[in-house]
């Protein structure tokens, strides 16, 4: 994940970090996510104006990634009327409100259009970040199915090859069965459990009350305990989903800088391992960062200088042990 367009604060986006991807072509990584906020091309919450300018920006990103044969997935991170994080912000409520929905669908549109023709192996759409649990912000799993076929089939309509790829509920976590006739890609995540994902991390709602170190494999946390056998069974309700046809990608995952680091070596280990048995591909959150491989800093990790960049050398041989080829 690159977080070049994430989150709007009044400035123009920035160029892509073409050194960041000659690292990952050097590594033979293949797949990219640019999550973004819809904010950077539309002014006062009117959805149905988008200033396309501002979307040369995706087209630099693209570009640089396709030279590098690189996938690019484009993902609306913040979308008119939702986001998981500071919802609040929001004018309208894409689960409830009719502006919300028709502006959401309407810029999918204008990005299908824009991108017509450049082939699904280059690109991909990932609709919106993480909808939420079910009942927060009125969202059923009725609404959620019914906006995201309504986009699907506008998107369709313009480049019927166009691959979509659909997070998970409840952030990124819950399998979509009732979506499995759509063929898309539908998203999971990469974070449970959150007491060594997220040890320590502020924003995490359990912050407070999670305050032991956490430890690996064996840890119980959420009513379950979480070793190889642990994850396997998280991750059931996906296998079912892709023993539909559908295919699975885990978009985000990562382990925040306060987890010890021999207990995130030890689980994302065995994530990793398991997606490459299974066949999943996945991108971590993100490149650089207190959740990357790059500069995060977290205490006892063996550092070493590569093509500039302070890389953590372990956390970079296990992506590149469990890389998982030949998708697109």
């Not at 502006?103 to 017509?116: H, I, M, N, P, V």
């Not at 991390?201 to 946390?221: L, Q």
Request: glycine letters at 8%.
């Amino acid at each position: 994940n690159f977080v070049w367009m994430f989150i709007y604060r009044g400035e123009d986006p920035p160029l892509p970090d073409e050194r960041a991807l000659d690292f990952l072509a050097a590594h033979e990584f293949n797949f990219v996510r640019i999550p973004t906020d819809y904010r950077y091309w539309t002014n006062d919450f009117d959805y149905l104006q988008p200033n396309e300018d501002v979307w040369k920006a995706l087209d630099r990103y693209l570009e640089a990634c396709r030279s590098r044969g690189i996938h690019m997935c484009l993902n609306i991170h913040r979308g008119p009327g939702y986001c998981i994080n500071r919802n609040n912000i929001e004018k309208h409520n894409l689960w409830l409100d009719k502006e919300a929905q028709d502006g959401f669908t309407y810029q999918w549109r204008k990005l299908a259009e824009r991108y017509k023709g450049v082939p699904s192996s280059e690109l991909s759409f990932d609709l919106i970040n993480e909808p939420p649990f079910v009942g927060q912000y009125g969202m059923t799993r009725e609404i959620h199915a019914n906006v995201m076929r309504r986009v699907v089939k506008e998107i369709r309509e313009i480049d019927s090859d166009r691959r979509i790829v659909l997070d998970g509920l409840a952030g990124g976590n819950l399998a979509m069965p009732e979506l499995a006739d759509l063929g898309v890609v539908q998203s999971c995540r990469g974070y449970a459990p959150m007491a060594i994902s997220h040890y320590k991390a502020s924003w995490w709602p359990e912050y407070e009350t999670a305050k032991d170190v956490p430890y690996y494999p064996g840890i119980e946390f959420d009513g379950r305990i979480w070793d190889r056998q642990g994850l396997t069974d998280f991750y059931q309700p996906w296998r079912e989903m892709e023993n539909t046809g559908t295919e699975i990608h885990c978009g985000e995952f990562g382990c925040y800088i306060e987890t010890p680091h021999e207990v995130a070596l030890a689980w994302l280990g065995d994530l990793m391992s398991l997606w490459k048995e299974w066949g999943w591909g996945y991108s971590m959150w993100n490149f650089e960062g207190n959740f990357g491989i790059i500069g995060h800093g977290r205490k006892g990790a063996r550092i070493e200088n590569v093509m500039g960049y302070d890389v953590d050398r372990d956390m970079l041989e296990l992506m590149m042990t469990n890389r998982v080829t030949d998708l697109l």
